[in-house]
């Protein structure tokens, strides 16, 4: 359905603006770059996820790559950072909603995606979490950071969960529509939560020894 | 054959369970990580090199991601490692047990997949050695450290040795399986021996002088 | 044209050798390696940029994987800066020359295989940016340092106008040697005036309060 289509771009659009105003963000705050730097760190956080999607679902060349929208879009997110940030009270803020933003649109974008071009629903629920995850761990591993999908509890499962209620809705009939803005709804709603709450899984018991690293 | 390739799939979900055992293991003692995070360390660690080799054999979707066995053995792995590990007296020696384990078998596998796909045996033995060194490397580079490819002389060198065995008794007319098993089991003794005695290839002479880090 | 492609090789093998000596290089003086590993950095900086080319491209198995030319040369590359790197005076500036060599060479011939495969002139543009400066990202996530393409201004920037130019030499008429040839000229020049006069875009405003890292 045409209309089911744009609003798939629709919403990745909007997911590649928010992660590309939230990296640039994280990249003002993280470490003293200039405005190329700034901007390529967020086109970086955009895109990453839906390139590393469209390998996975063998969807190549990345839609992220051939249709200009995509590097237009990622580009003014960074753009709008690098001028507007500055003028912004607190950064921490603003970074957390940008990047929850992108992860829901990208849970609900990827698995979509997915579930269109023949793939089962596990497999779209898969996708859509990594899709989702994808830009801003390769932006946390460019700064020298650990990524937020290994120590911020609930990164994953939120988008997980958001996939997969999307996923579901459309088995059970839900226009993709709905289902996808539902999902999206629900991913973001748990995402800020978990950070406001600062909910994870649990810890593994302590490591009896303190190791030093080897050589090796 | 349909035996040989139920043997390289018994093969590679077992190089997926030691990655996926040894990279949660790694993230137990190097970061404090809840089990979601340990767990997925473990997935990066054991899907990576396969990924890694079907972009470059373009077999693609991948099927560390298709195949649903994968992503299973490797989630079950790193729960192991985050339930069981914490009870372990030292975790060293099982985590480089596991990552030679990983090694070795990937090491066969990836050549064994490239030769199937109709690759030459030079393209079999490289892309063995990178679907082995993989995983390890994207595990390290998301915490933070150098890759084991980079720092562990002999780390990379047994995977091409016993990507090479395994390629050279295929082409000399032995049977798939027991190429791949003799080929793993060199890669393992080789990799655990230079551990062991700490073994590495000659250091370049030293740098004339300290240099500072340029800005650019 | 059959002399094309040979020249869009042999420019392509130009670029892998300098990247692959640059990287090298960088290794020598980062960190304390071992032989195979500063030979593996090489590699990964010669071979990096044209393997997520490839991928872009949809041109896969990549060339730098098939083409055992590739490999090679960019092992020759690694060998040659971890023998004779060690007897120069300073590594900072044969670094520097190698890794603009490389960035033009790559710039070019990333855009022009991205024309020939009939992508449009801004996905060759674009193509070709992410094939000069993919590999020394790469190289410098490796280590642990933020890539150049975030810290170092002109980076990107002339490898966008040395692609840039290239295709609009082509689309001119230009024959392809002539237009590859003049565009990898114009990169390097750029990029060495760069570095020598420490040009960079303008830095966003300060962030107005330093804040702490938080801790999700």
């Known amino acids: 359905m045409p209309t089911d289509a744009v609003l798939l771009v629709v919403l990745d659009l909007t997911g590649t603006f928010a992660f590309a105003l939230g990296g640039a963000l994280t ?11 700034v901007v390529t760190l967020g086109m970086i956080t955009a895109l990453g996820g839906g390139t590393i999607r469209d390998v996975l679902l063998d969807a190549l060349p990345p839609a992220t790559f051939v249709d200009g929208r995509y590097l237009a879009v990622a580009c003014a997110g960074g753009l709008v950072a690098a001028y507007a940030g500055p003028h912004l009270h607190r950064l921490a803020t603003p970074i957390l909603v940008a990047d929850a933003a992108g992860l829901a649109v990208f849970a609900v974008t990827g698995a979509t995606k997915a579930t269109g071009l023949g793939f089962g629903p596990a497999q779209a629920v898969i996708v859509g979490a990594i899709t989702a995850v994808g830009g801003g761990t390769l932006r946390d591993i460019a700064i020298g950071r650990v990524p937020a999908v290994l120590t911020s509890g609930f990164y994953a499962i939120p988008a997980l969960i958001g996939a997969t209620a999307t996923v579901a809705l459309g088995a059970l009939g839900v226009a993709t529509p709905t289902a996808a803005v539902a999902g999206a709804l629900l991913c973001l709603v748990l995402r800020l939560v978990a950070v406001r709450y600062d909910l994870h899984g649990p810890f593994p018991l302590a490591v009896p020894e303190p190791e030093p690293e080897p050589r090796d």
């Open 27 to 37: 990249a003002l705050r993280a470490t003293r770059l200039d405005v190329f730097g």
